[in-house]
């Protein structure tokens, strides 16, 4: 008689694969057909299955969307964490395996080079990953709206939390010169749940953290984009390698 344990453990492992089956093919429709156009009947189809078949593993289009931004924000955040040395029980439940980076840059590193290999690191994967990409920072989707404390929301909030942190480390040691000129009250509020012992930190580090990112962001999302290819046919490494060099002088790191 077969064990039950065992039943459960194999339609568990079945389920599992099926769905990172389904996730893959509905990555593969939103790099044909965007965002805006992907649909459980489509990716069914892609998969060989009946679009009823899909409701055993998703709900709705929904609950699809969200499964795929909560997988790209926790991938993003592993590379980020995994380019500050973080060891893999500190990262997701994955399989333990170091993603790879441009470069690694421990908690025994000076600060400047660990705000550049988590700069390196956002680059690199949103690079690598210009579907998934568009999926967390490009145009909204019409009718999506991620669930209120949901999965997205810790993922994206670990994203924040790894960019955060080697900022914050330059704080604690005196070497992060704050900006004058911003609103730090007014700034500080939208980042403040994705850092840690944010009760800890003045408004104007938050705000510095917070335009920090986006001068980054602003150069990766340019050339994820496309905007620059007309510029810089070969990429843009070495131009988003000067700005982290600016900014890293603007932080006094260097």
Not at 61 to 73: C, K, M, S, V, W
Request: charged share 20%; proline share 9%; net charge negative.
């Amino acid at each position: 008689m077969p064990d039950p344990q065992t039943t459960a453990s194999r339609r568990e492992r079945l389920r599992t694969q099926t769905l990172q089956e389904l996730k893959a093919a509905s990555l593969a429709e939103v790099r044909e057909r965007g965002a805006v156009g992907l649909s459980l009947r489509s990716v069914a189809r892609r998969l060989g299955m009946s679009p009823a078949g899909l409701y055993r593993y998703v709900d709705s289009r929904e609950q699809l969307l969200t499964l795929l931004i909560a997988d790209g924000y926790h991938d993003l955040a592993d590379h980020l964490l995994a380019a500050l040395g973080t060891p893999p029980a500190e990262r997701t439940a994955g399989d333990g395996a170091t993603p790879e980076v441009p470069v690694i840059a421990g908690p025994d590193d000076d600060v400047a080079e660990r705000i550049r290999a988590v700069a390196l690191a956002y680059r690199a994967w949103s690079v690598a990953h210009p579907n998934v990409f568009g999926l967390l920072f490009g145009d909204p989707i019409p009718g999506y709206h991620a669930p209120p404390g949901g999965p997205t929301v810790e993922a994206m909030n670990r994203v924040g939390r790894a960019l955060a942190q080697p900022l914050i480390e330059a704080w604690h040691q005196g070497r992060l010169r704050l900006h004058p000129a911003l609103d730090a009250e007014e700034l500080a509020g939208p980042l403040a749940p994705m850092v840690p012992v944010t009760a800890e930190l003045p408004p104007a580090v938050l705000a510095r953290l917070l335009l920090s990112w986006g001068r980054l962001h602003g150069q990766v999302s340019l050339e994820v984009f496309g905007h620059h290819h007309w510029l810089l046919p070969e990429g843009c490494e070495e131009l988003f390698r000067a700005d982290v060099e600016v900014t890293l002088r603007d932080l006094g790191v260097t």
